[in-house]
């Protein structure tokens, strides 16, 4: 095979990609060997290698230990919904992180005082070090986790109200805007930045994947007349989910 511009690694790797793409090494399929590949595409080891690390660090193949490499199932990509601002009263936290009224799932959270890091205390304009509440929340779809979430907010706001513990007392799991309003703070806009890195080895402890799988990540930001008074990052599978809005027309 004549190669061009494009280092043979990738050129091997792409065409490997698209073999697994049209199906002709569907999932569960082993890969061909090192031996294989430098034998049928006529080069080294090296790019053989590579070509490989190119396809598993894609998600497309994972390695089993004693076995070889295997072409992953690739999953049917579901729908994460966002919209401004929180539903109705009275939806679960999992409801909450999702536009869609039919969203169904179990929660787990946790939370306790830490002190703001240099990026934090940017997000919510405080001073790296000020106090804030820093609630961690699992999200699961029947049994399979689908989205991690961290959330921080100011103390100097919470702190000593009925609301300091987002999920626990009187207002406990109602969402930002109401609790923020039951301590006289109107929340009135909401920004999402949507972006994609590689996940975090605990983040992908959680949700089942590999090293190297790329996450999204939605960083948010409820605002009460320009001053911020929560900041999350929600964490979803790039490989299993899409982030789908739905933006009101006025």
Known sequence: MTFGEQPAYLRVAGDLRKKIVDGQLPPHTRLPSQARIREEYGVSDTVALEARKVLMAEGLVEGRSGSGTYVRERPVPRRVSRSGFRPPAGATPFRQEQAEGEARGTWESSSE????????????????????????????DAGET??????????????????????????????????????????????????ARPGLAEELLSLGGVPGHVVLVIQRTYYASGRPVETADVVVPADRYRIAYHLPVK
């Open 146 to 195: 689908m989205m991690l979430s961290t959330s921080w907010e100011p103390l100097a706001v919470t702190g000593r109200t009925p609301v300091m513990l987002p999920e626990e007392g009187p207002l406990g799991g109602m969402g930002v805007v109401e609790r923020m309003r039951a301590i006289d703070v109107v929340v009135d806009n909401v920004t999402e930045e949507v972006g």
């Open 113 to 140: 005082q830490a002190e703001a890091s240099v990026t934090i205390a940017e997000r919510l304009a405080l001073k790296p070090g000020d106090r804030v509440m820093c609630t961690k929340y699992v999200f699961r």
